[in-house]
T-cell receptor, first 115, second 116 residues
Framework: AQSVTQPDIHITVSEGASLELRCNYSYGATPYLFWYVQSPGQGLQLLLKYFSGDTLVQGIKGFEAEFKRSQSSFNLRKPSVHWSDAAEYFCAVGAYGGSQGNLIFGKGTKLSVKP | DAGVIQSPRHEVTEMGQEVTLRCKPISGHDYLFWYRQTMMRGLELLIYFNNNVPIDDSGMPEDRFSAKMPNASFSTLKIQPSEPRDSAVYFC??????????????FGQGTRLTVV
C-alpha cells in the first residue's frame, strides 16, 4: 500500500539558513510526488511536483526537491529561508498511469523560522 | 478563475444536527475531491468524483457521511447526524486530471467544522 512518511513533525530554522524537509514514500510503481504548503487557516498550495525525467525539480518560492528512487525519498530544500516560509509542509504520493485519483499525504512538517 | 470555493469557512453545530458543506470546483476540472484534516490522522481522502460520478468513497468514515455532485460546478458533503468526533477541517480540491502533467489538485480554503 502507498504511504508517505515525514519523520520531522516540527523544525525550527533561523532566517537565512538552509532548509531540508524529509519525505520517504512507499509505492510499488513509479510514483507521482508532490510537495504542498499550508499557511495557517489556508488551503494547500502546490510547491512542486515530480512525474518523470530530471530528478531535481524546481518549484515556486525558491524551493526544490530531489527524487531519489534508491532511497524512496523526495526531500524538499531551500538554500535560504525567509520568515514568510513559516508554514506546514506536506509531501504526497499519487498513483502513476492509472485512474486512481487518490493522493496519499504525509502527516506534515511544521516549519518555524527564527529571526 | 477564483479557485476552489468552499462554504461556509467555519461551522459550529450541536451534536445530532445535520451539517452540509459546499464546494465549487474550478471551472473545467473533471475531478473533485473531499479531504478531512485532523491533528491525529492528518489529511485523509473521503471521496472523489470524476465527471460528477463518485469513483471512490472508501474513505467515507461511516453512513452518516454522504456526498453528492449534482453538476460540474457544485458538490456537497453532508453529515447527518453530526458527532463531536467529526470536528475537523474539511477541504475540497479539484483537478484537471489524475495522470500526466495535469495531475495537480487545487485546494479550497477549507471549512472548519466544530461539533459541540
Amino acid at each position: 500500500a502507498q504511504s508517505v512518511t515525514q519523520p520531522d513533525i516540527h523544525i525550527t530554522v533561523s532566517e537565512g539558513a538552509s532548509l531540508e524537509l524529509r519525505c520517504n514514500y512507499s509505492y510499488g510503481a513509479t510514483p507521482y510526488l508532490f510537495w504542498y504548503v499550508q499557511s495557517p487557516g489556508q488551503g494547500l498550495q502546490l510547491l512542486l511536483k515530480y512525474f518523470s525525467g530530471d530528478t531535481l525539480v524546481q518549484g515556486i518560492k525558491g524551493f526544490e526537491a530531489e527524487f531519489k528512487r534508491s532511497q524512496s525519498s523526495f526531500n524538499l530544500r531551500k538554500p535560504s529561508v525567509h520568515w514568510s516560509d513559516a508554514a506546514e509542509y506536506f509531501c504526497a504520493v499519487g498513483a502513476y498511469g492509472g485512474s486512481q485519483g487518490n493522493l496519499i499525504f504525509g502527516k506534515g512538517t511544521k516549519l518555524s523560522v527564527k529571526p | 478563475d477564483a479557485g476552489v470555493i468552499q462554504s461556509p469557512r467555519h461551522e459550529v453545530t450541536e451534536m445530532g444536527q445535520e451539517v452540509t458543506l459546499r464546494c465549487k470546483p474550478i471551472s473545467g476540472h473533471d475531478y473533485l475531491f473531499w479531504y478531512r484534516q485532523t491533528m491525529m490522522r492528518g489529511l485523509e481522502l473521503l471521496i472523489y468524483f470524476n465527471n460528477n460520478v463518485p469513483i471512490d468513497d472508501s474513505g467515507m468514515p461511516e453512513d452518516r457521511f454522504s456526498a453528492k455532485m449534482p453538476n460540474a460546478s457544485f458538490s456537497t458533503l453532508k453529515i447527518q447526524p453530526s458527532e463531536p468526533r467529526d470536528s475537523a477541517v474539511y477541504f475540497c480540491a479539484s483537478s484537471l486530471a489524475t495522470t500526466g502533467v495535469n495531475t495537480e489538485a487545487f485546494f479550497g480554503q477549507g471549512t472548519r467544522l466544530t461539533v459541540v
